[in-house]
Structures are given as C-alpha cells and as structure tokens.
C-alpha cells in the first residue's frame, strides 16, 4: 500500500494506544475487585478471602506493571508524531494531564506499594484502606485522561490567544462538566468492572472445570458474574446518552456507524450490510430493526438522524477555510465497530444471564459447557472494548480536536514517514514479545491458583511479589 506520513503516524498511535488500554480497564476492574476482597477477609476474618484477595492483587500487579510502561509510550508518541497537535492543545491539556501526574498516578503508585509490602506490618484496618486507594488512584487516573480525550470530542470551557491562534482553559468546571466527559468516563468505568468480572469469572472457571478448590472458586465466579452482567446492563443506559449526545456534538460519527449517506427519520439499524460503505456503491441491508437507530441516536421512536452528505455539506460551509475537503471517515470501520462491539455485549450478557440461570439451579460449579465458554468468554470485554475506541476514534476523523485542527494539521513536520515507519515496525514487534510474555506470566499465575492454606507468610510474600518478578 501507498502509505503516507499521516497513515503511518495515525497507524502507530492506534498500536501503541490500543495495546496500553488493554490493560487500563484490567487495571481499574480488578482494582476494585480485589478491593472488595479485601473487604470481605476484614468484615469475616475467613483466610479463603486473604487467599483469593492475594491470588487476583496478583493479576493486577501485572496489569498494573505492563500499563504504567505502555502508557509511558504515549508520552514518546506526541513528541515524535504529533508535535504540532501538542503545541495546540498544551494550554488545555496541561491542567488535567498535571492533576492525573501529581495525584491520581502518585496516589495510585504509593498506595500500591503500601498495599503491596503491607500484609504483616500495618494494621489490618489500615491495610484495607491503602487497597481502596490504589483501586481510587486508578479510578482517578481515568478521570483526568477521560476528561482530556472528551475535550477533543467537543471543545469546551476554552478562550483563543488572539496572538498565537490556540486554545487556552478558561474553565476547569466546564471541562470536567464537560457532556461527553460525563457519560463517556461513566462508559469506561462500567467497562472496566466487566474486564474485572470477566477476569475473576473466567479465572475461576478454569479452576472449577479442574475441580481445584470447588468453594474458593465458586464465590468469585459468583462475584465475577454478578459483577459482569449488572456492568454491562448499565452500559446500555450510559451507551444511549452517550449516543444522544455524539448526534448532538458529532452528528457524522452516528451517520457513519450507520453507513447513512442520507438523512433519514425514522432510522432503522442493520445488523448486516453489504456494500455501501462509499458513495457509488449500492447498499445491501440484511436485517432492520425498525427505528432502534432513533432511539439509539436521539432517545425518541421516530427521531431524525441526519446523513453524511448532508453533514459533510454543513461542514463545508462551515468550515470553509478547509475547501471542499471531506468529513466523511473511513465509513467500512465505523459500521463495524459499532457491531463488534454491540454483539460482543450481547454475548457478555447472555454468558452472564446463564452464570445466574445455573446459580438459581446449584450447578454453576458442575455445567463443563458452561465453564469452557466462560474461561474462553474473557475475550468478549477486549474485543468490545477495542471496537469501542475504535468507534470513537475513527469517527472524529478527519478532525484530531473536533472542529478546532485537522489531523493532518498535528503531525510533526521534523520526522518522516520513513522514520515513522521504522519506528512503528519496531514498536510492533517489541509489542508482539511483551505481549507473549505478559500472558504468559498472567496464565501462569492464573493456573497455579492461590497460596496453600498453611503457607509460611514469607514464602506468602514472595508469591505475591513474584507476579512481578518472573
């Protein structure tokens, strides 16, 4: 392929972010769960909680790990690819990017350590509060990246430098008040419980398949499915207003997950199309459901939801400083984003509905079927997670700040797409290695299940601390 700077630039920022926020949503989910945990042992003083609150801190402790170095990554990124784009936005970002530096990651690292070298030196009650820090400081950390990613979807709360051309923040309230911060950071804080209870379901249900410690596993399977489906119920709520209002904000990224070139009201939603994802090609739709695009778009049965040609004309007027470019993004990976990650919920909730069904009847523990889709159904919440972003992200092309800068506007004027290239074949191969490695390491941790029950607290200490030390 005939690929140019800018495809090359978006292509390893696309790697490298992906990649980092596999870990993000494992991080917070099992933050918190291990938190909960760790509750549990302090309210009953039972040691198969301490047990099942080490074993899953150790999942996390690599989750943790692998996030805070791929994460670092990004940092490389702006500098190389997109050094225009962070001139543009420094006044902005500073504040958030600051406050996510200065307390969420500090206060998250801190209280990891605390947390971590804790078990036989604090006080139990004092222990238990550093894991709900940790879990707080990732939390926390989300909030301030969220609220800086949702600027660039619908600027707010920002003055122009009438001598410079750029954007200034002008309020802090208006920025974490922001519409699409709101329902966007609610979205990946509910995404991030089903990574954490598909994890502990999944985990758990490779153990109880072996018939390894039937009622250790048995109560996270239990908490990882309940966990799980009541996530992923809510992100249909969180899901609809979030819709409502990218109709509201960013009208083309709804029209093209769609591929509706056309204006239409009622709009129906296809669950299959062939073809029509450009203009001179004919569409085939497999399958409608009547008006279920009006209510995703715009919360009403017979809502208008308007076409990428006409948005694409408003555009142009606009913005006419830009020609007569297109708005329109890739149209093929907007439509199928937004299914893979719809159908993937749909199965994360069927998996979950059936976990409950065979809780009511006593056999969770002895359902073989069951067990191999839930070990295998951990996918599911990366899959849907993935096309989430993917759905986000290419939607708002071809702006990099909606409205304000092209994306062809932000890139570095001092690399080159050679340079570019060679960094992102690099980055994918040394992705590929840790990536081998990490699950890996996370598999074996999984399969070797928690600490005997007689442990030494020594040999208790190095087993949790080897989930770092491979």
Known sequence: MDLSHLDLARAQFATTTIYHFFFVPVTIGLGLLVAVLHTQWYRTGADDYRRLTRFFGGLMLLSIAVGVVTGLVQEFQFGMDWSAYSRFVGDVF????????LAAFFLESTFLGLWLFGWHVLPRGVHLVTAWLVALGSILSALFILAANSWMQHPVGYTTDPATGRPQLSSVGELFTNPV???G???VIAAALVYGGA???AVSAWHLRRRNEVSLFHRTAKLGAWVMLIAVVLQFRIGGQLGQNETQFQPMKVAAMEANWQTCQPCSFSLFQIGGYNTDEPATKIIEIPHLLSLLATGTWDGQVLGMDQVNAQYQQQFPQNGNMSYVPNVFIQ????RVMAYFA?????????????????KLDTSRLFLWCATWGVIAPFLMGTAGWVLTENGRQPWIVQGLMLTSTGLSTSSSALQVGISLTIFVLLYLALGIVVLTLMLRHARRGPEPEAADEDEADESLVSALTY
């Open 346 to 362: 749909g199965l994360v909730v069927l998996l979950g509905l059936w976990a409950l069904w065979l809780l009511w009847r006593r």
């Open 335 to 338: 439509y199928w984003a937004m």
């Open 199 to 201: 994890i502990l379901l």
């Open 181 to 183: 911060f709101v329902w």
């Open 185 to 187: 950071y609610l979205h």
């Open 94 to 101: 500073g504040a958030p990017l600051a406050m996510e530096g």
